[in-house]
């Protein structure tokens, strides 16, 4: 038994011992391993990461014709080697620059814009680009106070109003008006289709001056309407509410009001209605000339 129990002893110890000796040889060598990875890693120097510059996206899609605002665009990181010369940059650009100008296509969120991709104000086909597929430009005389002293904007949504007096034949004067276009949206004011252009540098919410024209995006009915319109009255603008949204296409006529309707001093005033009805009931007399015969109203009524 003593014998046993010396041998279990002697195999224990040994046993022992090799786990010992496995653990510091672990040890040893994953302390030699993370070293030569340092050693590696310094001789490589830090990872190498692809140059990028800072070029102009648009922050959400933008339909073709649409007006740039500086809140629809942004600056991105981009890879330089993919960047390209007509590419709005940080470095050659700023936001400012794109302001006011008009998107030639649709244009993907997250997309860089493109100096080819956007038409600036002034550029001879600016206009052109401003209108969407099947719309007209047509250009109306305005003044302070039919074009909201100054209020209507390009991009704002107005109705088209026309005043005009009613001929009846030598009869007093009436007068009627009547929306006969609704829903137009405002393209450009004399020659300027953003409303940054001839501001006060001092006062930006301030123009410099009233405009006396004011160019409207119609259909090819619309153009129509307003050409023969602007022959009859005088044509006003009624500025629509940002809140009102847009419609797919101007509306024909949706009200009108006569000054009968406005007024009560434009009914017929009762003495023109006793002048009228006395004319009606004086002596008449048939006077024959020349074998042509003609109705003549006695003067005073008979009375001798």
Same mark, same amino acid.
């Given at each position: 038994?003593?014998?046993?129990?010396?041998?279990?002893?002697?195999?224990?110890?040994?046993?022992?011992?090799?786990?010992?000796?496995?653990?510091?040889? $672990?040890? *040893?060598?994953?302390?030699?391993?993370?070293?030569?990875?340092? $050693?590696?890693?310094?001789?490589?120097?830090?990872? !190498?990461?692809? =140059?990028? $510059?800072?070029?102009?996206?648009?922050?959400?899609?933008?339909? #073709?014709? /649409?007006?740039?605002?500086?809140?629809?665009?942004?600056?991105? #990181?981009?890879?330089?080697?993919?960047?390209?010369?007509?590419?709005?940059?940080?470095?050659?650009?700023?936001?400012?620059?794109?302001?006011?100008?008009?998107?030639?296509?649709?244009?993907?969120?997250?997309?860089?814009?493109?100096? &080819?991709?956007? %038409?600036?104000?002034?550029?001879?086909?600016?206009?052109?680009? %401003?209108?969407?597929?099947?719309?007209?430009?047509?250009?109306?005389?305005?003044?302070?106070?039919?074009?909201?002293?100054?209020?209507?904007?390009?991009?704002?949504?107005?109705?088209?109003?026309?005043?005009?007096?009613?001929?009846?034949?030598?009869?007093?004067?009436?007068?009627?008006?009547?929306?006969?276009?609704?829903?137009?949206?405002?393209?450009?004011?004399?020659?300027?289709?953003?409303?940054?252009?001839?501001?006060? =540098?001092?006062?930006?919410?301030?123009?410099?001056?009233?405009?006396?024209?004011? /160019?409207?995006? %119609?259909?090819?009915?619309?153009?129509? !309407?307003?050409?023969?319109?602007?022959?009859?009255?005088?044509?006003?603008?009624?500025?629509?509410?940002?809140?009102?949204?847009?419609?797919?296409?101007?509306?024909?006529?949706? $009200?009108?009001?006569?000054?009968? &309707?406005?007024?009560?001093?434009?009914?017929?005033?009762?003495?023109?209605?006793?002048?009228?009805?006395?004319?009606?009931?004086?002596? *008449? !007399?048939?006077?024959?000339?020349?074998?042509?015969?003609?109705?003549?109203?006695?003067?005073?009524?008979?009375?001798?």
């Amino acid at each position: 038994m003593l014998l046993l129990s010396a041998r279990r002893l002697k195999f224990l110890s040994l046993a022992l011992l090799m786990s010992g000796g496995t653990v510091v040889l $672990t040890h *040893q060598w994953l302390q030699g391993a993370e070293m030569r990875a340092a $050693t590696q890693a310094r001789a490589q120097g830090p990872a !190498v990461t692809a =140059p990028q $510059t800072r070029v102009l996206v648009v922050r959400s899609a933008v339909p #073709a014709g /649409t007006i740039l605002r500086p809140d629809q665009v942004q600056w991105q #990181a981009w890879p330089t080697e993919a960047v390209n010369a007509a590419y709005f940059t940080q470095a050659n650009s700023q936001i400012a620059q794109v302001q006011g100008a008009v998107a030639r296509s649709s244009i993907a969120a997250g997309q860089p814009l493109t100096r &080819d991709g956007v %038409v600036q104000p002034g550029d001879r086909s600016f206009m052109a680009a %401003v209108l969407r597929p099947g719309y007209r430009a047509v250009t109306i005389n305005v003044s302070a106070s039919t074009a909201v002293a100054g209020f209507v904007m390009p991009g704002d949504h107005v109705d088209l109003i026309l005043s005009r007096n009613l001929d009846e034949g030598g009869q007093a004067k009436r007068f009627v008006s009547e929306t006969v276009l609704s829903d137009v949206r405002v393209v450009g004011l004399d020659q300027r289709a953003n409303d940054a252009k001839d501001k006060d =540098p001092k006062d930006p919410k301030k123009d410099i001056a009233v405009p006396q024209t004011a /160019t409207l995006e %119609v259909t090819p009915k619309g153009a129509e !309407v307003v050409a023969v319109v602007g022959e009859l009255g005088k044509l006003s603008l009624s500025l629509r509410s940002l809140a009102d949204g847009s419609q797919p296409a101007e509306h024909r006529v949706v $009200t009108r009001t006569s000054d009968r &309707d406005a007024t009560q001093m434009a009914a017929v005033r009762p003495a023109a209605r006793k002048a009228t009805a006395a004319a009606a009931k004086a002596p *008449q !007399v048939e006077v024959i000339r020349g074998g042509q015969s003609s109705t003549v109203a006695v003067a005073g009524g008979g009375q001798s």
